[in-house]
Nanobody, 123 residues
Framework: QVQLVESGGGSVQSGGSLRLSCAASGTSYNRYYAMAWFRQAPGKGREGIAGIDSQNTRYADSVKGRFTISRDNAENILYLQMNSLKPEDTAMYYC?????????????????WGHGTQVTVSS
């Protein structure tokens, strides 16, 4: 079993910053799993925004240059630093882990999911 628990969401004004965390645990969790952040806004599909594995990071165009994904393998925590936030970044944010490489931005590739943390950006 793998458990992923997100935290760090909240409400912020446009131009502000937030840092999301995802704590991973469980007997099946491998700290070398590829991991990613996804988000889903009301009435929209789930969007992959950032992924990380041992060799690469990748970002959706919508967040490139503003968001940074990182991980602390010693503590089994995944992070998403979000700067220059915009109202269109408002969504539920999820972390996900994948047993295979590489870290993609396709939700179908991921085996484990957290329950999400809400981010709301006001103008």
């Amino acid at each position: 079993q793998v458990q992923l628990v997100e935290s760090g969401g909240g409400s912020v004004q446009s131009g502000g910053s937030l840092r999301l965390s995802c704590a991973a645990s469980g007997t099946s969790y491998n700290r070398y799993y590829a991991m990613a952040w996804f988000r889903q806004a009301p009435g929209k599909g789930r969007e992959g925004i950032a992924g990380i594995d041992s060799q690469n990071t990748r970002y959706a165009d919508s967040v490139k240059g503003r968001f940074t994904i990182s991980r602390d393998n010693a503590e089994n925590i995944l992070y998403l630093q979000m700067n220059s936030l915009k109202p269109e970044d408002t969504a539920m944010y999820y972390c996900a882990a994948r047993k295979e490489y590489p870290a993609t931005l396709w939700d179908i590739d991921y085996n484990y999911w957290g329950h999400g943390t809400q981010v709301t950006v006001s103008s």
